[in-house]
């Protein structure tokens, strides 16, 4: 990467909203309404849900910008931090929204770049940036819950390759996707967290299967997974065999800042509190209800500040520690309580069960966020990883 | 701005806490409030405070001060709020100095802020009346006599009432709510000392026909709400201090104490409630800081901000020394123990300019609901 200066990054700002202004169709400037039925997976059979989302998925991708940091060599952008700061300041000024939203992007490619070897990154981190793998994650078992590391998943060796066995559960879209990355246990004999490989199976393989999980919400992205008696080459292998767990945690670290940085968005609740109930002389009609609001706003202001610290620390050097594990325990608790709320003030309304953003939504929105405090690790799991990891309380022996 | 603390400010806060870990524990809070003190707190150690420069922070360097901000006043409040130290930080280093300086005269401030930053002068914010916060119910009244005008009424939790040299009395004048800076020692003034639960002070002050003159008016409403948010603000950092003085000696105290063969801090019970306690203090710390930048650079949002951080750190304050208590068992309810000394402290900080309760009204009304 060059290094940047101050005059280059002008340039580069000007060129940038210029080429993006240039671009990115008119359609494709507004926020993304209805989560995943609006937006670009990618995949084998990749579906556009219009001709501009693919004209602008496509030009973006060609100058590798939808990994705009990753490096030109495995297709990606090639940007410094203070280029895809710029970037992503531009396309914030004109609304763009991001042209791929993936598992590959946000989970696996992050990884591969760290522990990947060369021929996987030249392989796999080309085709997320290009769209063209819809990747499932396959991490949690219908006995393990919080205790992941317990896995039974096996992966036996067998020379030349290996042979899975076992269930995933809480795969998202499963049914829809190319490839899964799977934590395997290559070795029963090893502690639990010391036995175990990070592997990546292809869906089209033989055994493999899969079935959709419906929810309480009355939908969902999540499926079970069954692996039975699949072949899998050993150069699917990431990193180290036996040695997948780090791997692992370093992948929940991301996707748990990730989870609580989503909860922080300050959705403007009172302005929704005063069209569902009313005022009375300028108040809430309902008085409970309003101290409830104001409770809840306070509350998403402060996880918002907290936030917003943890990245100017880590501008300046600090490192954030375990604080990933507290953003995600106080977001998932605080976006329960949000929905609850909305429920409440929306009366009889609440209670209709719909598809509609405005009208219906709310109940399902509320049944979908029991889950917030489940996946991703439970409320009660980042809990022990604060008193244990950063209040270095001790570990029970009974 | 960024949310964090400049090089300046880490390092006023380094020097506050080795200077009042060393002066102002909170054994000598308990040698105040065991001699019965006349003053209520040590009196040298105010004039060491000042001469290091504690009492000048926030004035304006035209007037001889430091005006090094509300930041660096935040950080040495959220130090004495450690140590617990009594002294009239808040009264004067605080309240004298703002409302003096948001509504002062040119010749109040050349007056009366270099005595206060010399530590010659304590002032008093006189403004309750009611028996919790109401700062705009106001009955006491300034008529007009003369030049001036005679003050009349009766003041409740006034925080350094009976040490204050100067007064500063809120009264209807001329229809409308004015604070006038009144001499301690005047003619109809009368103050009674209340000891309080946290063993500081404040005063029921009562007025009769006390006479000042039209320039001892130091503004109105304007002044003593922004006065009061900046008040909150920095007690609020005060209370952020204490809270983690009270959690740091509560989680020290579970990985010490042992039942049943282990420290009591491998129980998951306590440790969940630790855990939580401590996601809740990371946010109140974010906060602070962002209202103390807030101040500094003249948010516009100021009081919505001072509410949203008055009323959090209250119950989260509320929480951390009533859990501390809990968590040090049977020696947490004796008086030998000094984790009770915070759980006092917290509940009159708490009602200090007002409570959570107060506070979640006043944000909710603010913001048009």
């Known amino acids: 990467m060059n290094p940047t200066i101050a005059g280059d990054l002008t340039a580069f700002r000007a060129e940038t909203h210029a080429w993006l202004d240039e671009n990115c169709p008119q359609s494709q400037r507004a926020p993304v309404k209805n989560g995943f039925e609006d937006i670009f997976a990618g995949g084998r059979n990749p579906h556009f849900h219009n001709e501009d989302q693919k004209v602008w998925f496509e030009r973006m991708r060609d100058k590798g910008w939808t990994a705009p940091t990753w490096p030109k060599a495995y297709g990606g952008g090639g940007l410094s931090p203070q280029e895809n700061k710029v970037l992503e300041e531009e396309m914030a000024k004109l609304g763009c929204r991001k042209p791929l939203w993936s598992f590959g992007l946000m989970m696996l490619g992050p990884a591969l770049l760290h522990y990947g070897s060369e021929e996987q990154k030249q392989k796999y981190i080309r085709e997320i940036v290009n769209g063209e793998i819809w990747w499932s994650q396959g991490y949690s078992e219908p006995g393990s819950g919080s205790d992941l590391a317990s896995l039974k998943t096996s992966a036996v060796d067998m020379g030349d390759h290996y042979v899975v066995n076992g269930q995933k559960v809480w795969t998202s879209y499963a049914d829809k996707s190319d490839m ?19 592997l990546l199976i292809d869906m089209r393989w033989e055994g493999v299967s899969t079935r959709p999980i419906k929810l309480i919400s009355g939908k969902s992205p999540f499926c079970e997974t069954f692996f039975d008696n699949v072949k899998v080459p050993k150069e699917n292998i990431v990193g180290e065999v036996n040695q997948g767990w780090s791997i ?34 300028g108040k809430l009609a309902d008085p409970v209800l309003r101290t409830e609001v104001a409770r809840l706003m306070i509350d998403s202001l402060g996880l918002k500040y907290a936030i917003e610290q943890t990245i100017d620390e880590a501008k300046a050097g600090q490192q954030p520690g375990a604080k990933s594990s507290y953003f995600k325990y106080t977001g998932s608790e605080l976006n329960k ?60 022996k009974g | 701005m960024a949310l964090i603390l400049s ?16 002066r102002a524990p909170v054994e000598a809070l308990r040698r105040l409030r065991d001699s019965q003190d006349n003053y209520g707190y040590d009196r040298s150690l105010w004039r060491e405070m000042a001469e290091m420069g504690w009492t000048a922070l926030t004035i304006d360097e035209a007037y001889g001060g430091l005006g090094f901000g509300y ?26 100095t703002t409302v003096i300086s948001l509504g002062g005269s040119e010749a109040q401030k050349q007056s009366l802020l270099p005595e206060i930053m010399e530590g010659n002068m304590i002032t008093a914010l006189a403004f309750e009346e009611k028996n919790s916060h109401r700062p705009f119910d106001v009955s006491t009244t300034a008529e007009k006599s003369g030049e001036g005008y005679r003050i009349s009424g009766k003041k409740v939790f006034v925080l350094d009432g009976h040490v204050a040299d100067k007064l500063i009395v809120s009264a209807i004048a001329d229809g409308e709510l004015s604070l006038f800076i009144v001499d301690a020692k005047a003619s109809g003034i009368s103050i009674e000392r209340k000891f309080m639960m946290d063993s500081r002070n404040a005063a029921t002050v009562s007025l009769e026909g006390v006479e000042v003159k039209a320039d001892d008016r130091v503004g109105g409403k304007d002044v003593l709400e922004k006065s009061l948010d900046i008040a909150r603000i920095c007690l609020s950092a005060e209370m952020v201090g204490s809270m983690q003085e009270a959690f740091d000696r509560t989680i020290a105290y579970l990985k010490e104490r042992q039942q049943f063969g282990v420290p009591i801090g491998s129980f998951q019970a306590l440790q969940h409630r630790a855990a939580h306690m401590f996601s809740e203090i990371e946010l109140c710390k974010a906060m602070t800081l962002k209202c103390l930048q807030a101040i500094d650079k003249e948010d516009k949002h100021l009081a919505a901000k001072a509410s949203m951080l008055k009323a959090k750190v209250g119950e989260v304050l509320k929480l951390v020394s009533n859990e501390g208590v809990q968590m040090f068992g049977g020696i947490g309810v004796t008086d030998d123990e000094e984790i009770g000394f915070f ?12 409570d959570y309760n107060y506070h979640l009204d006043r944000f909710a009304s603010i913001n048009g609901f």
Request: glycine share 10%; net charge neutral; hydrophobic share 40%.
């Open chain 2, 343 to 354: 759980m006092k402290r917290a509940r009159v900080a708490q009602q200090t300019f007002g």
């Open chain 1, 337 to 396: 309580t949000r929905n609850e709320l909305m429920v409440a003030l929306a009366g009889y309304e609440g209670l209709h069960w719909g598809e509609d953003i405005k009208e219906g939504k709310i109940a399902r929105d509320m049944c979908r966020t029991k889950g917030n405090s489940i996946e991703g690790g439970t409320s009660e799991i980042q809990l022990n990883v604060i008193a244990k990891r950063v209040l270095g309380l001790p570990t029970f």
């Open chain 2, 7 to 22: 090089e300046e400010e880490k390092m006023l806060k380094s020097s506050a806490k080795e200077f009042l870990a060393e």
């Open chain 2, 71 to 96: 930041v660096g006043l935040g950080q040495i409040m959220e130090e004495c709020g450690r140590t617990l130290a009594a002294s009239p930080m808040v009264s004067t280093a605080l309240l004298g």
């Open chain 1, 248 to 281: 692992a945690k370093n992948l929940l670290t991301h996707e748990r800042t990730s989870i609580g940085s989503l909860f922080s968005n300050i959705f403007p609740i009172h302005e929704f509190a005063k069209e569902k109930v009313g005022l009375e002389s």
């Open chain 1, 180 to 198: 899964i990355f799977c934590l395997v246990r290559t070795d029963q004999e090893a502690p639990k967290h010391s036995g175990i490989s990070f």
